[in-house]
Nanobody
Framework: EVQLVESGGGLVQAGGSLRLSCAAS????????IGWFRQAPGKEREGVSC????????YYADSVKGRFTISSDNAKNTVYLQMNSLKPEDTAVYYC???????????????????????WGQGTQVTVSS
């Protein structure tokens, strides 16, 4: 059974940091990329970052570049999202999801599309106070 389990969310003041984890199981981790999305109340789900488990290619939304860092521990089948310099507008439920590990150019186009992912975690709440 494919499972993606997020953890690490919480309440933090603006300027603070959090590290989210996404523990994956039930599939061959190296065959997939893992993406992070977020959804704030009343807004569409937004792609935040993605990492290819096979070659380590990473992708970021412009809104988080320079503040968030995605990484992968393939031995633990876990993907992390280190979030620094957090802003109130980062407040959302954060989800990780699985996408087939396409080549770099194709993943570059697909990673921001929620419909390209086939399994999702349950989400973890991140709240940034001003």
């Amino acid at each position: 059974e494919v499972q993606l389990v997020e953890s690490g969310g919480g309440l933090v003041q603006a300027g603070g940091s959090l590290r989210l984890s996404c523990a994956a199981s039930g599939f061959t981790f190296d065959d997939y990329a893992i993406g992070w999305f977020r959804q704030a109340p009343g807004k569409e789900r937004e792609g935040v970052s993605c990492i290819s488990s096979s070659d380590g290619s990473t992708y970021y939304a412009d809104s988080v570049k320079g503040r968030f860092t995605i990484s992968s521990d393939n031995a633990k089948n876990t993907v992390y999202l280190q979030m620094n310099s957090l802003k109130p507008e980062d407040t959302a439920v954060y989800y990780c999801a699985r996408i087939r590990g396409f080549d770099v150019l194709l993943l570059l186009r697909l990673w921001v599309l929620p419909g390209a992912y086939d399994y999702w975690g349950q989400g973890t709440q991140v709240t940034v106070s001003s």
